[in-house]
């Protein structure tokens, strides 16, 4: 029998950061793993500034990562997105990947979305992030979400979460 499907998608900054390979080592063992770089995703050059990066994402690199998703991924998927992977998985559920459960860490532009991905879904948030969506937000979308204490935007990056956020799996 083959391992699940799981996709780690990145946040913002891209590129093979040191914490993702915490994900990686907890979850290896009962996942086939694909890890995928958002800014390749939409081809957006990262070498910019985080804001011409977040620009860009915003002015259609977010929809261009979306179909790109589409076309590498045509089989039943689990995702794990960070930030604006998580919003980028969304997305792509609702154009019709095939994803069984999408867990967003930290994926505070969701609070724009006003449709659901037909898939298990569960969101995490540190509660010291400014940009979290509403409790009507959750309400309206009748989406559950973990609030983690002190913790601020870039939580998905500290050790001690990583647990907690991969006993969705375990």
Known sequence: ?????????????????????????????????RYYNVLKLAHIDSSNNEKEIHNQFVNGGIEKAVNSLLNFEKEEVI??????????????????????????????????????????IRLYFGDRDLNVPNHSWFWDLKISNQIIENQDHLLYQEKENVFLICSNFL
């Open 79 to 120: 995702i794990l997105g960070f930030s604006i992977g998580g919003t980028i998985a969304w997305k792509a559920s609702l154009k019709g990947l095939k994803t069984k459960q999408l867990i967003a860490v930290s994926s505070t532009r969701l609070r724009f979305e006003t449709e659901v991905p037909d898939c298990e």
């Open 1 to 33: 029998m083959s391992k699940p499907r799981l996709l780690l998608l990145s946040d913002l900054f891209g590129g093979n950061p040191e914490w993702i390979q915490y994900y990686i080592k907890i979850l290896e063992s009962k996942y086939d793993i």
